[in-house]
């Protein structure tokens, strides 16, 4: 007897200790206090929903594993939180992966495929902007960036825009984005595409301003009226079409997977800058890329 004594004893002590384990029902007060913070925290806008998931164990003995999503207008976005067992601490942990490179990684995740290029095509050094087209801060960006990469770094640099329209607060975005993408397949070369969104960086109050009086086609008038080699009956289609969508739309979901959240959000060889950088920040940027890529600046 005295073994299946022992035995049970053991038992018993292993599932006292499981249930101690075991998360406890996070208290209403608490559940509020959590929604406050991280509402606070993650600057949610003020029709978002805030989700608490499941406590569970953790890495960490002191601290359930806590899941919280905040639901909005662009979908969700889970974060996982640590909350400690006695409900006083909530802990938002940032693991950083150091077996691999995440420069490469973010680089390796932008589909350029498709997109006009400026500059050397064959470049060591890739720039990539999220770009909004109505976007006052963009357009600072914009003038910055090609003053420096075209007059400084020339052939030793290629620049992409990728399409991140903020509805939200921009009307005539999309617009702008569902033109200058036509503009590729219309004009069949990338100049008519690069002239259309120079325009539109430089002169967005008069763009604003046309917009406003006149809402249908104002985008795609401005794009005939600076490039007179447009098969304007080719563009007119396709800005009246649903084709260009969907690429809107996958530009907008590959930025809020690489954590871009508003712009100018650029991309340096895969290292992430969020908005306007100044001159001297995009040479020091460009300069690391050149000696990261083995050339010297």
């Given at each position: 007897m005295?073994?299946s004594l022992?035995v049970?004893?053991l038992l018993?002590?292993?599932?006292?200790?499981?249930?101690?384990?075991?998360?406890?029902?996070?208290?209403?007060?608490?559940r509020?206090?959590?929604?406050k913070q991280?509402?606070?925290?993650?600057?949610?806008?003020p029709?978002?929903?805030?989700i608490?998931?499941v406590?569970?164990t953790?890495?960490?003995?002191?601290?359930?594993?806590?899941?919280?999503?905040?639901?909005?207008?662009?979908?969700?976005?889970?974060?996982?939180?640590?909350?400690?067992?006695?409900f006083s601490r909530l802990i938002?942990?940032k693991?950083?992966?150091?077996?691999?490179?995440?420069f490469a990684?973010?680089e390796?995740?932008i589909?350029?495929?498709?997109?006009?290029?400026r500059?050397?095509p064959?470049a060591?050094v890739?720039?990539?902007?999220?770009?909004?087209?109505?976007?006052?801060?963009?357009?600072?960006?914009y003038?910055?960036?090609?003053?420096e990469?075209?007059?400084?770094?020339?052939?030793?640099?290629?620049?992409v825009l990728k399409?991140?329209?903020?509805?939200?607060?921009?009307?005539w975005?999309?617009?702008?984005a569902?033109?200058?993408?036509c503009?590729?397949?219309a004009?069949q070369t990338?100049?008519?595409?690069?002239?259309?969104?120079?325009?539109?960086?430089?002169?967005?109050?008069?763009v604003?301003?046309?917009?406003?009086?006149s809402?249908?086609?104002?985008?795609?008038?401005i794009?005939?009226?600076?490039?007179?080699?447009?098969d304007?009956?080719?563009?007119?289609?396709?800005?009246?079409?649903?084709?260009?969508?969907?690429?809107i739309?996958?530009?907008?979901?590959?930025?809020?997977s690489?954590?871009?959240?508003?712009?100018?959000?650029?991309f340096?060889?895969?290292?992430?800058?969020?908005?306007?950088?100044?001159?001297?920040q995009?040479?020091a940027?460009?300069?690391?890329?050149?000696?990261?890529a083995?050339?010297?600046p």
């Amino acid at each position: 007897m005295r073994p299946s004594l022992a035995v049970f004893a053991l038992l018993c002590s292993v599932c006292v200790a499981a249930l101690a384990q075991q998360p406890a029902a996070i208290p209403s007060e608490i559940r509020t206090r959590i929604e406050k913070q991280v509402r606070q925290y993650a600057e949610a806008p003020p029709d978002a929903q805030i989700i608490l998931g499941v406590p569970k164990t953790s890495d960490f003995t002191a601290y359930y594993a806590l899941p919280v999503t905040i639901r909005g207008s662009q979908g969700d976005r889970t974060y996982d939180f640590l909350l400690a067992r006695d409900f006083s601490r909530l802990i938002y942990p940032k693991t950083l992966d150091l077996t691999q490179d995440p420069f490469a990684k973010a680089e390796a995740s932008i589909d350029l495929s498709g997109r006009p290029i400026r500059g050397n095509p064959r470049a060591t050094v890739t720039i990539v902007m999220y770009d909004d087209l109505q976007c006052p801060f963009c357009a600072k960006q914009y003038i910055a960036l090609f003053n420096e990469v075209m007059n400084r770094y020339r052939d030793r640099v290629k620049v992409v825009l990728k399409d991140f329209p903020l509805t939200e607060a921009h009307p005539w975005a999309m617009d702008a984005a569902i033109v200058a993408d036509c503009l590729i397949g219309a004009q069949q070369t990338d100049d008519a595409y690069w002239q259309f969104t120079d325009y539109v960086h430089t002169h967005q109050q008069a763009v604003t301003s046309e917009w406003a009086s006149s809402h249908a086609g104002t985008l795609a008038r401005i794009a005939e009226q600076h490039e007179s080699n447009i098969d304007q009956a080719k563009l007119q289609a396709c800005v009246n079409s649903a084709a260009p969508q969907p690429a809107i739309e996958k530009s907008l979901a590959e930025g809020h997977s690489l954590g871009v959240t508003a712009t100018p959000a650029t991309f340096i060889n895969g290292e992430f800058f969020e908005g306007v950088l100044t001159p001297e920040q995009v040479r020091a940027a460009i300069d690391r890329a050149i000696r990261e890529a083995h050339a010297e600046p």
